[in-house]
């Protein structure tokens, strides 16, 4: 008996003066307790004692302004090597009650994935769970989390030139944040988004279970199709459908400062586009600029505007296309450069044309500066007196670079209670609004640079909600800290911007399926209210 208190005693005394290490010891037990090897535990289990604690927190950090020493940083990261490792992560968390960040490829715009100042948390890194299985007989893949979209693409690419996925640009975005957040790329005209072709997924659920869509039922595998990942469990693996591609496509990217009537054909682009042929794609970047008038030779601040395209065809029908639908661009055959879908993908990345793919496979071949984004949906053609004030703007401030992506197509065709993603017929382009620099300390300015564009944008953009997009992610639009009286009054302030009227069924989808919320981020859905 006595012996016994005593041990207790003991117990209680590190608790109070090492919660961490006890939070760690209690946490490894638990892993053992569910059949992770001893043996295997260091290979996946950190703590900011451990040298390899910073290289892998760093290694997925994809945004300068979360890889500060000021940054708030977990007090474990967990890299689970199979899929039952999840499981038992998950079945410890809870029974710890750690609050556990989800991280795939890092590339969340506010670091959500790996940051919360809401409390100390613990990081479930997901990049060594990233096999690929393509089945070209079948036109499907399975993909895990951890994969980049890069490697998914080369690895379609290895076993078929006339498949793809319609998915993002940016060849290190992850596979385990970018599909259920409803990822879009330049095949969406055609094909729709990545969940739009999603066949099926494999989800860890609060109890610890691994659960694919027939077991999680159609009301879960709806969330997760557009409601982000993150709010539900962990996203092990995803079973896609494959697209067929040409074994020639088309791109071009053609630039027209404001001398060069750039006004006006942003204002024609905003009808044409949203009803041209879905095999074609435009997107306009608008970027500050400084402009030389030819006969005064002064230099004034300015803009510039490119048309950069991808087209499931050959320059010829391009060409014939454009004259008819687009001819005051001006697009010429040698604008057009004819190529494979996986080299049009490295072009959209920004690769010289002497790339080979083979560096998709590299999963660390970019460097990241600081970075700020918001994004606005747009219903009606913004007048030329909106985009004379819009230029004037970004001319002054020199900083803030706007991206306009075309919609319609597939998208007006899928209803926009399909999926938990709202933002379909009706819209006529998104635009991300895009900052980034690499000074330190400019924060602040910079996010308040973007926030003045926002303001200014407010006439021309939907309204009631003022509608944003999930993967884009923007604190700005609303947080939640998740205390239990006003948990479900901030989430409907972002989650209605979000999801719009998709809102309610996520409320109710999360209330049942993880009603302690123990699977939450800055930005997650709320459960319902409590009460009568
Ligand atoms: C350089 C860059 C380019 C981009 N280009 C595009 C683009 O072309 N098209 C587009 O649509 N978007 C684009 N995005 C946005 C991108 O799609 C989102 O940031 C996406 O969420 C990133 O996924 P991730 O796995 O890399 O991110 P992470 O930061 O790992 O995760 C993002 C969110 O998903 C959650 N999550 C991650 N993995 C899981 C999982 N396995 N289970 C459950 N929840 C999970 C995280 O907790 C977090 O909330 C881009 C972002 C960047 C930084
Ligand atoms: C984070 O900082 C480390 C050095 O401390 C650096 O190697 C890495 O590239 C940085 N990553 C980002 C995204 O800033
Ligand atoms: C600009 O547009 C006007 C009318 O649409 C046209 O007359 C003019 O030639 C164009 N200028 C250039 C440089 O394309
Ligand atoms: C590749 O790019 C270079 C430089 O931009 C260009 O001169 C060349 O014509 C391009 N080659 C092909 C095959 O597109």
Redesign the pocket.
């Known amino acids: 008996m006595n012996f016994l208190y005593f041990v207790v005693f003991l117990c209680l005394c590190s608790f109070s003066i090492g919660a961490k290490d006890n939070t760690y010891n209690g946490f490894v037990q638990c892993l053992i307790a569910n059949k992770i090897p001893n043996s295997e535990i260091q290979k996946l289990v950190f703590t900011p004692t451990s040298k390899s604690f910073t290289p892998v927190l760093q290694s ?1 950090i ?2 300068r302004r979360f890889n500060l020493s000021t940054t708030p940083k977990p007090n474990i990261i967990i890299t689970p090597l199979q899929e039952f490792h999840v499981q038992a992560v998950v079945i410890c968390s809870k029974k710890l009650g750690m609050q556990l ?9 506010e ?4 940051v919360t100042k809401n409390g100390p948390f613990s990081l ?1 890194d ?1 990049s060594n ?1 990233r096999a690929i299985d393509v089945s070209i007989p079948d036109e499907t893949a399975w993909v895990q ?2 994969a ?2 890069g490697e998914l693409y080369y690895r379609i690419w290895e076993k078929s030139k006339v498949h793809a996925y319609p ?4 060849s ?14 330049n095949l969406l005209r055609k094909y729709g ?2 969940i739009d072709n999603l066949i099926d997924a494999k ?2 659920d609060v109890q610890g279970r691994l659960l694919d869509r027939k077991a999680m039922g159609e009301d879960l595998f709806w969330a ?1 199709r557009g409601g ?9 693996s995803y079973r896609i459908q494959l697209v067929r591609v040409p074994p020639v496509v088309t791109t071009f990217q053609v630039e027209k400062t404001v001398a060069q009537n750039a006004t006006d054909l942003l204002f024609r682009w905003q009808s044409i586009a949203p009803k041209i042929d879905p095999n074609l794609f435009i997107r306009v970047l608008v970027q500050p600029n400084s402009e030389t008038d030819a006969a005064t030779k002064v230099t004034q601040k300015s803009v510039k505007v490119s048309f950069i395209a991808e087209y499931l065809g050959t320059a010829d029908s391009l060409e014939t296309l454009m004259d008819k639908e687009f001819p005051q661009l001006g697009l010429k055959k040698q604008d057009c450069r004819e190529s494979s879908w996986i080299d049009s993908v490295l072009f959209w990345d920004n690769f010289d044309n002497k790339t080979k793919p083979e560096i998709l496979l590299d999963r660390q071949h ?1 460097t ?1 500066n600081y ?1 700020k ?1 918001k994004s606005d949906y747009i219903q009606t053609p913004i007048p030329v007196e909106g985009l004379t004030s819009l230029f004037k703007k970004m001319s002054e401030l020199q900083k803030v670079g706007l991206v306009f992506n075309q919609l319609g197509g597939k998208m007006d065709e899928i209803a926009s209670t399909a999926t938990a993603f709202p933002h379909r017929a009706g819209n006529i382009f998104m635009i991300q609004y895009s900052m980034n620099w690499d000074e330190d300390g400019a924060e602040i300015a910079n996010i308040g640079l973007t926030k003045q564009l926002f303001e200014l944008m407010t006439p021309y953009v939907s309204k009631n909600p003022r509608q944003a ?5 923007d604190v700005d639009i609303g947080i939640n800290d998740h205390s239990p009286t006003t948990s479900y009054k901030q989430g409907k302030v972002y989650g209605l911007k979000l999801y719009n009227t998709n809102f309610d069924r996520l409320v109710k989808i999360k209330t049942a399926v993880d009603p302690e919320n123990l ?1 939450r ?1 800055d ?2 859905i709320p459960t319902a209210p409590k009460g009568p």
């Open positions: 997925y994809r945004n960040k989800i991280r795939s490829g890092g590339h969340d715009y670091g959500l994935s790996y479930l997901m769970l989390s951890g980049l979209l998915g993002g640009v940016c290190l975005v992850g596979v385990g944040g970018h599909i259920a957040g409803a990822g879009y790329g988004l990545t989800i860890v997760i982000g990942g993150a709010s539900f469990g962990v996203i092990v970019n990241y970075l984004r997009f999930l993967n884009y992610r699977f981020n930005q997650s």
